[in-house]
């Protein structure tokens, strides 16, 4: 999760953003759906706040997901797992539409709108952040409140697909291999035991290439997931390895047409600033210490 940025970052970023998908969609205010490889895309929080590309308004949300809806373009993490490994075709221009960390709009915003279009999404829960008292109120850390079990409990019956997102939110490849594998088990572990079925899809925290290495994806494997997304850009392919799997951002403050480009790959060239982020953050300056994380009352 993020906090507001600068106006000028802000607006920078937009105009970055903005010129990358109109240089490669060049039909961007007419482009055509069901073009175009598979992607997943990511969110993270939904609200009003200020300047905070982490965090997309709940009306632009629901644009988002009429237009999937309405184009037939939503798949599962099932069909995209079939796909991967070459046993099913999808829909050029097919989405995964991902949610990453749990904060406590994705049950009063997101929610809602998933249910209206009957799009199969898959949250990715740092899980140490989630309140196991099915009544409690919800915690908060880093200035967010995040789901209580209830409110999960109401995600999984509305048919959303549960993955982990770590136990602590550090990143897996700034840890020792067992920290890394503890990480990755409890996380499931706590997760199967709330929900009763299983989990084999993870979410890596941070998600740049810093984040996430042959080893981290060793240590996956060894856990017992089958897919693992990463927060580098770009397409969904047959033979990608599904450990390190890319997604696209959806930011907040930005336009419908700039949704439609994301989805059909106008951004999948934003990956070149990614590496270019990489190269500044190393993964000795990530958190390897759990950030505000609340006491665990989960026997």
């Known amino acids: 999760m993020s906090t507001p940025i600068s106006r000028r970052r802000w607006y920078a970023k937009k105009l970055l953003r903005a ?26 929080a939904f609200g009003d706040q200020l300047r905070d590309p982490f965090c997309v308004r709940a009306a632009d949300f629901d644009r988002h997901m009429a237009w999937v809806a309405e184009h037939g373009l939503a798949v599962t993490l099932a069909d995209v797992e079939a796909f991967l490994a070459g046993k099913k075709p999808l829909v050029p221009g097919s989405v995964l539409v991902t949610i990453d960390d749990g904060v406590a709009s994705v049950h009063t915003a997101a929610l809602p709108v998933i249910k209206r279009y009957c799009i199969p999404a898959v949250i990715y829960l740092t899980v140490g952040l989630i309140e196991p008292q099915r009544h409690a109120a919800p915690r908060m850390a880093g200035g967010h409140v995040y789901l209580n079990r209830r409110q999960l409990e109401d995600l999984v019956d509305a048919g959303i697909e549960i993955g982990s997102h770590a136990y602590t939110h550090r990143s897996l490849a700034s ?59 770009g397409a969904l392919r047959p033979g990608l390895d599904p450990l390190s799997l890319p997604r696209n951002k959806v930011e907040g403050g930005e336009p419908q047409w700039m949704f439609r480009a994301l989805c059909q790959g106008a951004l999948d060239k934003w990956r070149w600033v990614d590496h270019a982020l990489w190269r500044m953050q190393q993964a000795g300056k990530r958190p390897t210490e759990p950030a505000q994380m609340p006491a665990d009352s989960d026997p």
């Open 175 to 233: 840890l020792a291999e067992h920290e890394a594998l503890d990480e990755a088990c409890r996380s499931r572990d706590r997760l199967e035991a709330w929900l009763g079925r299983r989990v084999v899809s993870f979410a890596y925290p941070f998600g740049t290439r810093a984040d996430f290495s042959p080893a981290t994806a060793r240590v996956l494997s060894q856990a017992g997931y089958r897919t693992a997304c990463t927060s580098q850009h």
């Open 19 to 44: 010129g990358c998908a109109a240089l490669h969609w060049p039909t961007a205010v007419g482009g055509l759906p069901g073009t175009g490889p598979v992607r997943a895309l990511t969110y993270h």
